[in-house]
């Protein structure tokens, strides 16, 4: 099992650029999330989705943000335009949802640093 | 690697000491709680979950017990090596509609060799 994947895994960008971070899911896994983390404000859930379906955005911290997930394998956070606050280490995680609880498999994260 | 946090508390124990991480969570409606460690430079990886419905679960080396009458979550974890040095972050579910995780701060694990 590759795990979670993750790209890039750097990504440096002046402020006002589009940037697109990347995901591929557990396969088999049924829900996708989005994380941040940041040294003020901790590990910060930003959106998550099940069987391709957003369900909760509320923790997208502006327009500027949006995720999308085409199909079970894939999904894709975008920054648009990018400001220095966004900064931080980006994370997704996958699960399968079932009636019960089961944890969430992370990547490794995207390091995005805008300048 | 990224730095998780400058500011975490910090626990220090020798290796092949016993070490017990702490967390107070901040729901009571929560079910679901998970204990992950994370190195510098990677995601979260998971150790050890427990259901509400449980006070204690059992791993390899580690332990989680759950207090629901003070929401306090603790996590030990029996004869520390070098490579348990790491930041631990509990997690809850406080929506079982949601499934999604909330995490607490993070402490960080110094094991001295």
Same mark, same amino acid.
């Given at each position: 099992?590759?795990?979670?994947?993750?790209?890039?895994?750097?990504?440096?960008?002046?402020?006002g650029?589009?940037?697109?971070?990347?995901?591929?899911?557990?396969?088999?896994?049924?829900s996708?999330?989005?994380?941040?983390?940041?040294?003020?404000?901790?590990?910060?859930?930003?959106?998550?989705?099940?069987?391709?379906?957003?369900?909760?955005?509320?923790?997208?911290?502006e327009?500027?943000?949006?995720?999308?997930?085409?199909?079970?394998?894939?999904?894709?956070?975008?920054?648009?335009?990018s400001?220095?606050?966004? @900064?931080?280490?980006?994370?997704?995680?996958?699960?399968?949802?079932?009636?019960?609880?089961?944890?969430?498999?992370?990547?490794?994260?995207?390091?995005?640093?805008?300048? | 690697?990224?730095?998780v946090?400058?500011?975490?508390p910090?626990? @220090?124990?020798?290796?092949?000491?016993? @070490?017990?991480?702490?967390?107070?969570?901040?729901?009571?409606?929560?079910?679901?709680?998970?204990?992950?460690?994370?190195?510098?430079?990677?995601?979260?990886?998971?150790?050890?979950?427990?259901?509400?419905?449980?006070?204690?679960?059992?791993?390899?080396?580690?332990?989680?017990?759950?207090?629901?009458?003070?929401?306090?979550?603790?996590l030990?974890?029996?004869?520390?090596?070098?490579?348990?040095?790491?930041?631990y972050?509990?997690?809850?579910?406080?929506?079982?509609?949601?499934?999604?995780?909330?995490?607490?701060?993070?402490?960080?694990?110094?094991?001295?060799?």
């Amino acid at each position: 099992d590759a795990g979670v994947i993750q790209s890039p895994r750097h990504e440096v960008t002046e402020m006002g650029q589009e940037v697109t971070l990347r995901c591929k899911p557990i396969s088999g896994h049924n829900s996708l999330f989005w994380y941040r983390q940041t040294m003020m404000r901790g590990l910060e859930l930003l959106i998550y989705f099940n069987n391709n379906v957003p369900i909760d955005d509320s923790g997208m911290p502006e327009d500027r943000f949006s995720a999308k997930m085409p199909n079970a394998s894939f999904s894709t956070l975008k920054i648009q335009p990018s400001e220095p606050r966004d @900064s931080a280490v980006y994370f997704c995680a996958s699960s399968l949802r079932g009636e019960s609880n089961s944890p969430l498999h992370f990547g490794n994260g995207t390091r995005l640093t805008v300048t | 690697g990224e730095s998780v946090g400058l500011h975490l508390p910090t626990l @220090s124990v020798q290796e092949g000491d016993n @070490s017990i991480i702490n967390c107070a969570y901040s729901n009571s409606a929560s079910d679901y709680f998970i204990w992950y460690k994370q190195e510098s430079g990677k995601g979260p990886q998971f150790i050890i979950d427990i259901r509400s419905n449980m006070d204690k679960r059992q791993g390899q080396r580690v332990t989680v017990l759950l207090n629901k009458t003070v929401k306090h979550l603790s996590l030990q974890i029996a004869a520390t090596q070098p490579g348990d040095s790491a930041v631990y972050f509990c997690a809850e579910n406080w929506d079982t509609g949601r499934r999604a995780l909330t995490f607490g701060s993070g402490t960080r694990l110094q094991v001295q060799p």
